[in-house]
């Protein structure tokens, strides 16, 4: 892997994301259901924790991270340059590890808004600060392995809308498999639990950083843009 | 330079390169040419390393465009088609951006791209985005791009389509500029594109190979009816019956009958002959003024005309026939 290739797309995908509105649109209505989510229940519960949002933004982000990573092949696809892209001395998984980076960055920059709600609650209160860390850590991975679906479906067709619904159905099921207990008997239920992203997200939310959650989500981001490259080494688009 | 054998792509089932093979000797200009889906661009995506082939082998300097892509890929500069470019980027940080991609030495980017942008005529244009280019300035600047990393060959898909005549003529002498120093492949369906910059010819149909060769020996081969036009004013010049009595002359045409007893003729000759000092002494002859006396010659244009008229389909239908 070239670094300097990964790079050289990643701050073009960060330029492309900041210069345009489609970005800061995103981000202000992501930060505007997560205050909403914030401040629904803080003054009426009186309780000084954030799980208010932890237990709802791993269902918000299946809808926000495939808003993100859309565009990132489709884009390209659509408008030739992917082309020129690919007949530059450049490895596939290098572009699509690239254009990952930089959509990822835009959700860290996104999620380190929500960290004013950190501060109301310290100067509200005394929260826990161990299961807001590992919330935002739980965070960060979940919404890495989303975004990371969202670039499998990004690469998989050139029209954006067709992405965004792809990444979206994908995410989506793994998100609900958390509540596979309710209609799958157990052992089953167990494996489907396994698979589910929020599931693992509940697990670090509650202070534990287990390296199963981890190697979990590391696994989905990973196995997802390898997908991502190979679709990309096809030419082969739906 | 490069080497295709027997190179095929299908497209599902459907043969867009159908075993096509040449070979391109370093330094030369070769004018590839075709009608509208013939597989020109199909072919030249297989040696830029974007498709893979179906069959056959494609190598750069020696090395396999699949097995070894990402060094035949740094050896070749490549304006696609429809020139794809980052809109949103100005024009500045486009070519940088290639520069890196390219890998480029960090401290000779800024010389190399300062180079080609003054080549390309677009030094003046270097902070503005590229969506406020106009279509010529576009085309420049993806000329500049496939040039940045100074490769050893050059592929342009149609370079002047869309460029207003002026700058067509920039272009073509900045191709044979270049082509001094490199190898290029330039594919087109302009054919006096052709004749202006390239030193061979490889013209394909149907994703076959129908012609190979320079432009003068494609005209050698391919020589139809020796055809002379003829204008004649004169008593009588328009009785086809005396041009017919003429040694060499197999038909008379009469393409233009003009006033005050002035002709224009076309008289088609038997292979091999040149009947025109003969027509002179004709109409020293009679008396009759001759105002013009002009043999064609079998244009390019006519060859490619002559090669991509057939219909595969059209004739296989025949042959069943």
Redesign the interface.
């Known amino acids: 892997m ?1 670094w ?2 990964v ?3 990643y701050r ?1 995908e960060i ?2 994301y900041f ?2 509105p489609m970005a800061y649109i995103v981000l202000a209505v992501f930060l505007l259901i997560s205050g909403w989510f914030f401040t629904l229940n803080l003054f009426k519960e009186n309780l000084a924790h954030l799980r208010s949002i932890f237990d709802i933004l791993p269902f918000l982000l299946v809808i926000f991270a495939p808003a993100i990573s859309m565009r990132l092949v489709s884009e390209e696809r659509k ?13 596939d998984f290098e572009v699509i590890f690239g254009k990952f980076l930089a959509a990822f960055v835009l959700f860290a920059v996104g999620l380190a808004f929500t960290l004013v709600y950190v501060v109301t609650l310290l100067m509200l209160g005394k929260p826990e600060i161990g299961p807001i860390v590992a919330g935002y850590i739980g965070l960060l991975l979940c919404g890495g392995a989303y975004l990371a679906i969202g670039v499998l479906g990004s690469a998989l067709t050139e029209n954006q809308i067709v992405a965004f619904i792809l990444s979206f159905l994908i995410s989506g099921i793994l998100a609900v498999f958390v509540f596979s207990a309710m209609v799958i008997p157990p052992p089953l239920a167990d494996l489907v639990q396994y698979l589910s992203t929020t599931y693992h997200f509940q697990n670090i939310a509650r202070g534990v950083i287990d390296s199963r959650d981890v190697i979990y989500y590391l696994s989905v981001i990973f196995l997802s843009l390898l997908y991502a490259s190979r679709a990309l080494a096809q ?1 082969k688009f739906l | 330079m490069i080497h295709i054998e027997n190179l095929k792509k299908y497209y599902g089932a459907f043969p867009a390169v159908d075993g096509i093979s040449f070979d391109v000797a370093r330094g030369e200009i070769l004018g590839f040419l075709g009608p509208n889906g013939a597989g020109k661009t199909t072919t030249m995506k297989v040696i830029t390393g974007y498709y893979p082939p179906t069959g056959g082998v494609v190598t750069v300097d020696g090395l396999d465009v699949v097995e070894n892509s990402l060094e035949t890929r740094q050896m070749i500069g490549y304006l696609p088609e429809s020139n794809p470019l980052y809109h949103d980027l100005t024009v500045l940080e486009y070519l940088e951006l290639i520069a890196e991609l390219r890998q480029i030495p960090k401290e000779r980017r800024h010389a190399r791209i300062k180079e080609m942008a003054a080549i390309t005529g677009i030094l003046d244009r270097l902070g503005q985005p590229i969506s406020q280019l106009s279509k010529g300035y576009r085309q420049r600047v993806g000329l500049a791009q496939a040039m940045l990393h100074d490769p050893k060959l050059l592929i342009l898909d149609e370079p002047t389509i869309g460029l207003d005549p002026n700058q067509i003529v920039e272009i073509r002498s900045l191709i044979k500029e270049i082509g001094r120093e490199k190898t290029v492949i330039l594919s087109t369906h302009i054919l006096p594109e052709v004749q202006a910059t390239c030193d061979r010819v490889v013209i394909i149909h149907h994703g076959k190979l129908v012609a190979d060769g320079t432009p003068e020996e494609l005209q050698a081969k391919f020589v139809g009816q020796p055809v002379v036009d003829l204008e004649v004013r004169g008593e009588g010049a328009d009785d086809l019956d005396a041009w017919r009595g003429v040694r060499g002359v197999e038909k008379v045409e009469r393409l233009k009958n003009l006033e005050l007893e002035e002709v224009h003729l076309r008289l088609f000759l038997s292979q091999g002959t040149d009947a025109r000092a003969e027509l002179f002494h004709l109409c020293v002859e009679k008396g009759w003024t001759l105002l013009g006396l002009n043999r064609q010659i079998q244009s390019l244009e006519d060859i490619f005309h002559q090669l991509t008229q057939i219909d595969p389909a059209r004739e296989a239908e025949e042959a069943a026939a």
């Open positions: 070239n300097s290739i790079s050289a797309v073009k330029k492309s210069g345009s408008s030739g340059t992917m082309e020129l892209l690919m007949t530059m001395p450049v490895r030419r």
